[in-house]
């Protein structure tokens, strides 16, 4: 197992574009979340997922952004119409639920940059 | 809602020395864990240390230590015999121990160590 896998590691799209990021966790991992991380500043949690389920969203996850993970494995996080406000890094993490009181394992993150 | 503090945004020492760096937390639960988080640059977060709540002995990881003040909610990393491959930002984070939805990590916004030969 090669970690939390994901892609692109950079996206740079024009304003009002849609972008999908994917994220693959480590394979046994049942939980997963997404992050958003600006510059100068510590990641912020955005949602996350038991299996399948998105038990948890963050108000900053405003009406144009969707998070999904089919059958309880990868997950994409989808931008509707961009604006420059959402330039940042989007981290995912992932997580055994008997363990994860012990940490997350991150993935290395996408740099969006929305011109 | 819980809010993490680390009030020195950089931070720098010499290669061998000890370094210390602090987080402060607000919270009003009894039972929750504690992290350090390491950054490199353009490379992914990795775990450091962690300390559980209810356990009064302080996290020890190699050079790596921790000195957790629970009534002063304080939790501060300590760096000895610093390394180049130190360098990093490092983020100090709370997790709720109650579940539920409680599940998500709260970052503070960082310290840039740097470490100098």
């Known amino acids: 197992d090669t970690g939390v896998s994901q892609n692109p590691r950079h996206k740079i799209t024009k304003r009002g574009q849609n972008v999908t990021f994917r994220c693959d966790p480590i394979?046994?991992?049942?939980?997963l979340y997404w992050y958003r991380q600006t510059l100068g500043q510590g990641p912020e949690f955005l949602t996350y997922?038991?299996?399948?389920?998105?038990?948890?969203k963050s108000r900053l996850l405003s009406d144009r952004f969707s998070a999904e993970r089919p059958k309880g494995s990868f997950s994409t996080l989808e931008i509707q119409r961009t604006e420059q406000g959402d330039s940042a890094m989007y981290l995912c993490?992932?997580?055994?639920?008997?363990?994860?009181?012990?940490?997350?394992?991150f993935g290395s993150g996408t740099r969006l940059t929305v011109v | 809602a819980q809010t993490v503090t680390q009030s020195q945004p950089e931070m720098s020492v010499q290669e061998a020395e000890t370094v210390t760096l602090s987080c402060t937390y607000d919270?009003?639960?009894?039972?929750?864990?504690l992290f350090w988080y390491k950054q490199p640059p353009s490379r992914q977060m990795i775990l450091v240390i962690r300390?559980?709540?209810?356990?009064?002995q302080n996290a020890t990881e190699n050079r790596f230590s921790v000195n957790f003040q629970k009534a002063a909610k304080s939790f501060s990393l300590k760096i000895s015999d610093s390394q180049l491959g130190d360098a990093a930002m490092y983020f100090c984070?709370?997790?709720?121990?109650?579940?539920?939805?409680?599940?998500?990590?709260?970052f503070g916004k960082g310290t840039l160590l740097t470490v100098n030969p």
């Open positions: 984070a709370y997790r709720s121990g109650s579940g539920g939805s409680n599940y998500k990590l709260t």
């Open positions: 993490a992932s997580s055994l639920s008997t363990r994860d009181n012990y940490g997350y394992t």
């Open positions: 394979s046994e991992h049942n939980r």
């Open positions: 997922f038991q299996n399948e389920a998105q038990l948890e």
């Open positions: 919270t009003s639960e009894s039972d929750y864990y």
């Open positions: 300390q559980e709540a209810y356990k009064q």
